[in-house]
């Protein structure tokens, strides 16, 4: 897979369909790589007439890892940001959504339709009110909008995303344990459950890539960043937002947020879906994409 100079940082990245289709981006979540966005599903997408490109954030896969800078203390993090003081952090969401306009930039696209999911889409919503004049639409699934009042995860949700496993070099087995059990908590409960196939993915991810900093230090950035209702009421690009009526990590009063702060946004919410995408919901999913994308040029 090629790698782009972007942001002043290098940011692996692959893409489907024709080059000359309308651009597709996907930003992927808090500490998974872009392999996260099924093949199938992006193949699904390309199919329906887009370029849909995938990439690695900073700080997770093949792109540039943060290593030399300390994962910031949560606590402390947040203080500052309740305090209306700038925290010490490596980076932010901004940053990050800079990264992805930097990586427009390097493969010369001037507008794209943007979706992220989860942290993704946190990022997604950045680069569409930063940078509204590169953004043909924007697809936010499974994300919200840094309301301190919003619901909090699930205390199972909590507990899994935060509890730390052994590194897959030294335990593989007690790995991959951990990483299906988190998939199961965090999974759709009105859809199969691949033990076998979450199995695998989290086996092939550790091979590619292990960062559990990056996590720490993505976490940090999202924690940074704060509240983004303000700069949601800026955006203007047909706005999709999904969720999952069952989301245990980032309740559906999440999504509910983020619609109700974009203008014009449409809220789409999936009866069963929790805080993954089930391969029998790709197809749904990327049909509302591609929905929202032709609003922009209706």
């Given at each position: 897979m090629p790698k782009a100079k972007?942001?002043?940082i290098a940011l692996e990245y692959d893409s489907f369909g024709a080059e000359d289709a309308e651009p597709v981006l996907l930003i992927t979540g808090l500490g998974v790589q872009m392999t996260r966005w099924a093949v199938p599903f992006c193949e699904i997408l390309a199919g329906l007439g887009y370029r849909v490109i995938r990439f690695d954030n900073r700080d997770a896969g093949l792109s540039t890892h943060f290593n030399d800078l300390p994962v910031p203390e949560l606590a402390t993090v947040a203080l500052a940001v309740a305090r209306g003081e700038r925290p010490d952090v490596p980076y932010t969401l901004y940053d990050m959504a800079a990264d992805a306009v930097g990586l427009l930039d390097a493969l010369g696209i001037e507008r794209a339709h943007i979706v992220g999911r989860s942290m993704g889409g946190m990022i997604a919503q950045l680069v569409a009110s930063e940078h509204p004049h590169r953004t043909l639409s924007?697809?936010?699934i499974m994300s919200n909008t840094g309301n301190p009042g919003l619901p909090s995860a699930t205390p199972e949700a909590?507990?899994?995303?935060?509890?730390r496993p052994p590194h897959p070099s030294e335990d593989e087995e007690s790995f991959l344990t951990h990483s299906v059990a988190f998939a199961r908590v965090i999974g759709s409960p009105g859809y199969p459950f691949d033990e076998a196939a979450q199995r695998a993915q989290a086996l092939a991810d550790a091979k590619r890539a292990y960062n559990p900093a990056g996590f720490g230090r993505q976490i940090?950035?999202?924690?940074a960043t704060g509240d983004r209702r303000a700069?949601?009421?800026t955006i203007t690009a047909p706005t999709l937002v999904v969720h999952g009526a069952d989301?245990?990590?980032?309740p559906k009063a999440g999504g509910e947020d983020t619609a109700a702060n974009i203008k014009g946004a449409e809220l789409k919410v999936i009866p069963g879906m929790g805080h993954d995408l089930p391969p029998a919901l790709y197809e749904t999913v990327a049909l509302a994409i591609a929905?929202?994308?032709r609003r922009e040029s209706a």
């Open positions: 972007a942001n002043g924007l697809t936010s909590m507990a899994a995303l935060t509890s940090a950035a999202i924690v700069r949601l009421k989301d245990p990590l980032i929905a929202n994308a």
